[in-house]
Nanobody, 115 residues
């Protein structure tokens, strides 16, 4: 089993920055890839960014150039640095882990960007 706990979501003004954290615990050795997804009200969950164990990253088109995903293996934590935030970035952000035995999700953290 893998447990994921997100933190860092809050209310921020448009143009501002915010960093989300996701701490993994449990059977972390079976994790192949971690990432962030988000879901706005009335919309489907969408990819924000992913990072592999080797450090390869991938971003959703809507956040390229503004968001950066990184990981601290010593702390078993993945970060999402968000800059130039827009009102359309408002959503619940979920941490995700792809493991050998399945997918795991955090409980989500709310990010609200005011105009």
């Amino acid at each position: 089993q893998v447990q994921l706990v997100e933190s860092g979501g809050t209310l921020v003004q448009a143009g501002g920055s915010l960093r989300l954290s996701c701490a993994a615990s449990g059977s972390i050795f079976i994790i192949n890839l971690m990432g962030w997804y988000r879901q706005a009200p009335g919309k489907q969950r969408e990819l924000v960014a992913t990072i592999t164990n080797g450090g390869a990253v991938n971003y959703g088109d809507s956040v390229k150039g503004r968001f950066t995903i990184s990981r601290d293996n010593a702390k078993n934590t993945v970060y999402l640095q968000m800059s130039s935030l827009k009102p359309e970035d408002t959503a619940v952000y979920y941490c995700h882990a792809l493991a050998l035995i399945g997918n795991y999700w955090g409980q989500g953290t709310q990010v609200t960007v005011s105009s």
